[in-house]
């Protein structure tokens, strides 16, 4: 996945297919945004195409993604969103950590208060871009 991959026609399509999405995400987080931290946000239109990135820097390990909630919510609500994709910039593994897991968290938490779908959630990091794992369905966390 690389943004060097995208077709010229990226701005006209929807960010629902998650190889799009990604390479999209890897256009719009810069290395020094991954290397520092940060927290992307592509807002996307009611056909799900980008409208615009929103990245917020500066937001390592440290930092606790719930303290920007509600100045997300407030942010975003007068936008008429039709989704977001959201892009968790930081250095490091590709795999996830429980920080990761906390972006994700409040990201779903933002879209729940906005009324509108996370689209797709990624790991941006110097090395790759990588997805979080799909959401499970009902039957799919049954023992087997």
Do not use: K
Not at 43 to 70: A, F, K, M, S, Y
Not at 84 to 110: F, N, P
Not at 123 to 141: E, G
């Amino acid at each position: 996945m690389s943004f060097d991959d995208l077709p010229e026609t990226w701005p006209d399509l929807p960010l629902d297919d998650p190889l799009l999405a990604a390479d999209v995400v890897d256009l719009v987080v810069s290395h020094a945004d991954r290397v520092d931290g940060c927290a992307g946000f592509l807002l996307l239109d009611d056909t799900l195409r980008l409208r615009t990135p929103l990245v917020i820097g500066d937001t390592g390990d440290e930092h606790d993604p719930w303290e920007l909630r509600d100045g997300l919510v407030e942010a975003l609500r007068p936008l008429d969103l039709g989704g977001v994709v959201l892009a968790r910039g930081r250095d490091g593994s590709v795999l996830l950590t429980d920080t990761d897991r906390a972006w994700h968290e409040m990201a779903l938490d933002v879209c729940r208060r906005l009324g509108v779908p996370l689209v797709a959630a990624f790991v941006a990091t110097p090395a790759a871009v990588r997805p979080f794992p799909a959401p499970l369905r009902a039957a799919d966390d049954l023992a087997s």
